[in-house]
């Protein structure tokens, strides 16, 4: 199968819409060169840079049969736009008894590892589920931004897709031919046996490599790709733990009321999956600072591979001896 | 002095009178009906205002798109909605605009282009404007409008907006009901300039002043803004400066820094007394004719609560409805 840039297949996604349904316009402070190529300026706006104007238009828009897609480029940038986000786009058609739908999509960048310090390094994403009305996910691969874009373009609801700024270069698979993958879907990205660990983004590549090199020792590993982010598939995510007993949860955020706790929580709620850990639950997240600049503090800020095997080996911790008992 | 009568047909002019009074009645009842516990959490009346939303909606089309504010009673009547769903809304009936999810601070009526009122202040100008630059890609000459008021001529998406649709030449009105009053803080205390429409030449664009108890006037700036945004000339920023005859809501001990003199100038100005006394003067508009028109305004008013009460409120299961749309 061919291969695409994590970027490249988000790009194909939105084009290929567009291509589609000639409803949709994108709007961001720089125009995509290729996209402004394809369906010109009328199709294809650069902006002032006035994401909250931009961002309430897309809703306006919306309402009015059109299916926006307001591109903020990095995360940092939408928080000029937060009344628009959560008073406007997230309750309009709640609030409004659902006589309309706002098919609308933002995009963003999100996470670390730019060395572009705290206003571009952010991983706000729980900040956004906490508001109820919008629908977001954090995608992987190349496929699965792929599909997932598809899917939020040719969804009738505010839909907020978080990319990996770590990712945007990385290459992996894409069909040619056209396919969407479902929102609250996780994806089983490696199957094991003794843990499970549930990672967004960057970090299901630094939880695979985990896993990989744990093998070697005979422990296996299984990771959980939630993608969705709202909904949240806690179906599998349970189920991968109802088998495991142990859970290690991975995120470039920081831990307090983040998408980590929300996951604990899921585990924690359920009866039958509580049952069955062996272990408490183990975040491995982001230190809870702004992240720094300096490439000594930032790596020490990040979470990755060898802090996730840190965190398997403690939820691993005296597992012969219990099950020797 | 009232403005001479544009070129309107009478019964036209009478509608406008007629509209006006709807909106003044349904309030002087949803304010009753307020105190008396019948609706719920906050009324922001329009009263004193009315010139403002009818004036400017008798320049457009039914296919033409508003937006309003946390004000919005009167926008809604102006647009033509419907006092039934208005009044069970505010009833917090199933039968209401939003089944009883929105109250008085977010009716809307997409059917008939009101994109809603908004609780937040100056948080209808972006969205509005997404109106107008929907209009102007469907190209068939629509224009949108956005109410707002003196205090959110001071909110940055007011000043955003302005910019955008200017530099993109949208088909928009931006229509500033300045009733020198942010809630409790007088405009004079947060304006630098008096005349909010002056800030129209930063972006390049039209900005008049107009007496917006005067309804012809603030009608004939509309219409002008209405045919140039058509034209594909761009927006026109419109001040209607006018008072708002109660306090900010109708909540009881509300207070009301305001100075009585001021108010009693203002009402003295009555923008529907002065519609009633020039159509007494130049059309066949008499007593008959007036007692007649409150009439049918008290009779739908009175058939709109009826059906608020008889309709059910939502079941509590219904709050987890229409989180998303399908």
Redesign the interface.
Known sequence: MRELTYNEAAVEAVAEEMRRDPKI?YMSTDALPPLLKEFGA?RVRA??I?E???????????????R?IVDWRQVTFCF?AM??IV??AAK????????????ILYRAAVGGGGLVAAQHSQSPYSMFMNV??L?MFLPSTPYDIKGLLKTAIRD??PVISFESSRLMARKGPVPEEDYTIPFGKADIKREGNDVTVVALAWLVHEALAAAEELAREGISVEVVDPRTLVPLDAETIRNSVQKTGRLVIADEAGPTAGFSAEVAAVIAEDAATFARLKAPVKRVCALQVPIPYSPVLENHVFPDRNRIIDGIREVLRGRRSAEAA | MQSLSPNLPPEEQREMLRRMLTIRRFEERASADYLAGKIYGVVHCYIGEEAVAVGVCTALERGDRIISTHRGHGHCIAKGADLNRMMAELYGRQTGYCKGKGGSMHIADFGIGMLGANGIVAGGIAIVTGAGLAAQMEGKGGVAVSFFGDGASNAGPFHECLNIAATWKLPMLYVCENNMYAAQTAAAATHALSDVAARATGYGIPGVVVDGNDIFAVYQAANRAVERARSGQGPTLIECKTYRWRAHTERRGQPDPRDPGEREAWMRRDPIAQLERQLREQSDLDDAGMESMERDIMAALEAAVAFAEASPFPTPEQATEDAFAA
């Open positions: 316009f009328e902006t002032p006035t909250a104007a931009l961002t309430g238009m897309a809703i306006g828009a919306a309402g009015c049969g059109f926006p000029v009344d628009q008073n406007q309009i058609h709640y609030m409004f008894g659902g006589q309309v739908s706002f098919p109820a009305g629908k009738n609801n």
